[in-house]
């Protein structure tokens, strides 16, 4: 059986559900799998806890931990004792900061030792690789490393961002067989930063097709109530502020609307704010954090998902959007604004609508084309389910992982 260890910044979380979905595909499909992280938190902290309790995925989770001793003198005696036990690879890092050579170095090493027969090392994050990176470069780990680029990891602001950027991934870049990005967008990024056009591979995030499936047919009548619903971080990325203000356009026009918006974060005062100020306390409604569950059934429940992620002040935009996907599969057509990776999500005109980024008047008036036309619903939606299915399967794209773990 063949071991693979996914390195990630932390694990579990609310948010970054693909990433156990894939280790948990992984494991289904008869590896044997680890997961390192630095991060390692409770179960309390996934949208995902019957996934990863039924598949023991934290029973194989492992905090980094270089047991580095407090005690001066203590350190200084273990660190010779380690300098001399893995020397040949201690004098291979010149890069390192002297200091640093001497007092974590020897402990990274020993620990790392562990992994030396892992066969296949899968970054999810480039930011996680970093010390994976350095330990097979000097010849410790002699697994085969492959990156997955998620879309903040391969973001800059500027020139000297970018730079920087490219100085900290060359040795990753280097090490790594394959990187994986999850849209055309985010290839060109990864592009940029140095990533070598031969070893990037496009493999988009696929979703649960067991969980997120909608047999009945969705219909619209035309003069109803219609609920709308978003779902991510409340963060300025996200562009809730536009999706709100498009919300009293249709409000302000006459329309019947309710919009629910599910996710925390920093913004979460600031847009609840807006909403009073706009008068919409009855239109809109901020919920919070939701389980994978919790999510389809909203789904179930909406007619329409508004995904208006934007590019925000630091120049990031949206790399994918797996959820766009998912409520396509659940049958809802998506109005978006055409920002990063998100084009890449939606079939334009057949599983929703396009709209240049912030353009409240045009956001709303797509939505207003939906909700004024039941035949065009009915249709976008089948073609939503269609799309979803025949290009998101999560098991067809983790295959393609798969093969590059060979």
Not at 371 to 395: C, G, H, Q, V
Request: proline share 3%.
């Amino acid at each position: 059986m063949k071991s693979i260890c996914f390195v990630v910044p932390s694990f579990p979380t609310v948010t970054e559900t693909f990433v156990t979905n894939h280790i948990i595909q992984s494991k289904i499909k008869g590896y044997q799998v680890s997961v390192l992280t630095k991060n390692k938190l409770s179960i309390e902290a996934s949208s995902q806890q019957e996934l990863l309790t039924e598949h023991r995925i934290l029973d194989n989770t492992f905090a980094v931990d270089f047991r580095i001793p407090r005690n001066k003198t203590k350190r200084r005696f273990q660190s010779l004792i380690l300098i001399l036990k893995y020397l040949k690879f201690w004098i291979r890092i010149i890069n390192v900061p002297i200091r640093e050579r001497f007092s974590i170095l020897p402990f990274q090493l020993h620990y790392y030792n562990q992994f030396r027969e892992m066969p296949v090392f899968h970054i999810q994050f480039g930011l996680a690789g970093f010390d994976i990176a350095l330990m097979k470069s000097i010849g410790l780990l002699s697994g085969h490393i492959i990156t997955t680029f998620h879309g903040y990891d391969a973001h800059f602001k500027g020139p000297e961002a970018l730079d920087l950027m490219r100085r900290k991934y060359k040795q990753l870049m280097e090490e790594s067989c394959y990187m994986t990005v999850n849209t055309p967008y985010l290839a060109n990024k990864v592009k940029l930063l140095g990533g070598d056009f031969k070893k990037i591979r496009i493999i988009p995030m696929g979703i649960d097709l067991g969980l997120f499936q909608q047999d009945e047919e969705r219909t619209l009548l035309k003069n109803t109530s219609v609920k709308l619903i978003s779902i991510g971080r409340l963060i300025e990325l996200k562009g809730f502020e536009y999706a709100i203000r498009s919300v009293k356009v249709l409000v302000d026009k006459g329309y019947n609307v309710k919009y629910t918006i599910v996710g925390e974060g920093t913004d979460k005062d600031t847009l609840q704010q807006l909403v009073s100020k706009l008068g919409l306390g009855d239109f809109v409604f901020l919920v919070g954090a939701k389980s994978q569950i919790d999510i389809k059934e909203l789904f179930e429940e909406n007619n329409i998902f508004l995904m208006s992620s934007i590019t925000d002040c630091v120049n990031r935009a949206e790399a994918q959007g797996v959820v766009t996907v998912e409520a396509q599969a659940m049958g809802l057509p998506v109005v978006a604004f055409r920002s990063g990776g998100v084009p890449y999500t939606i079939l334009e005109n057949k599983t929703g609508f396009l709209i240049e980024e912030k353009n409240i008047e045009r956001y709303a008036a797509a939505i207003i084309k939906l909700m004024d036309n039941p035949i065009l619903y009915k249709t976008m939606s089948a073609s939503a389910k269609s799309f979803a299915i025949n290009n998101f399967n999560r098991e067809t794209l983790s295959s393609e992982f798969f093969e590059l773990y060979i």
